[in-house]
C-alpha cells in the first residue's frame, strides 16, 4: 500500500492514527516535529502527508517549503485541526489541502479520507503518464502541453 508520514504533535494520538493506518496495509512513518518531517522526506517521499496544524510557525515553513520543492509539491496534506482552528485552517498555507479533518478525530472517517485522497491521486497519476505517452508519440519537444498532430 502507500507510504504515509504523519506529523502530530500529541504522542497517543499519533500512536491511534498510526495503528489505525497500519492495519489497513499502509507504512505509516509517525514524527512529533517539522525538524523530524523534514528529515523523513529526504529520506522517502511520502505518498500522503496527515497532520496537526497546531505545530507553529516553522511547521508553516516547512509545508510551503514542499510545495516550493518541485519533487514534493504534488505530495497530497490532510490537516488534523482543533475545532477553535477550522476558519483560519487554510489560510497559511500554500500547498494543497485535500481534506481538513476536526478532532478529535474519528478514525473510520480518517482511514475513508487517505483512501479516498490516495485513490484520487493515483488517478491523476495514471493520467499524467498516459499525457505524456501521449505526447512522446507525437514527438513533442517539450514536458509542456503538445501541439496538436500535424495534418498531412
Known amino acids: 500500500m502507500a507510504h504515509i508520514l504523519l506529523i502530530e504533535g500529541n504522542a497517543e494520538l499519533r500512536a491511534d492514527v498510526q495503528k489505525a493506518l497500519e492495519r489497513d496495509g499502509h507504512s505509516v512513518e509517525a ?17 500522503l502527508l ?21 519533487k ?9 485541526v482543533g475545532s477553535d482552528d477550522l476558519s483560519g485552517a487554510l489560510s497559511s498555507y500554500e500547498c494543497d489541502i485535500f481534506a481538513i479533518l476536526k478532532k478529535p478525530v474519528d478514525l473510520d472517517h480518517l482511514r475513508i479520507q487517505v483512501e479516498t485522497v490516495l485513490r484520487q491521486t493515483q488517478r491523476q497519476k495514471q493520467s499524467r503518464k498516459r499525457e505524456r505517452r501521449s505526447c512522446a508519440a507525437r514527438s513533442c519537444a517539450s514536458s509542456a502541453k503538445c501541439a496538436p498532430p500535424r495534418k498531412t
Request: hydrophobic share 40%; charged share 30%.
Open 31 to 47: 514524527v512529533g516535529n517539522s525538524d523530524d518531517a523534514r528529515n523523513s522526506v529526504t529520506m522517502r517521499i511520502p505518498a
Open 50 to 70: 496527515i497532520s496537526d496544524q497546531k505545530l507553529g510557525e516553522e511547521y508553516v515553513d516547512f509545508l510551503n517549503e514542499l510545495t516550493r520543492n518541485r
Open 72 to 80: 514534493l509539491s504534488r505530495i497530497p496534506v490532510i490537516l488534523m
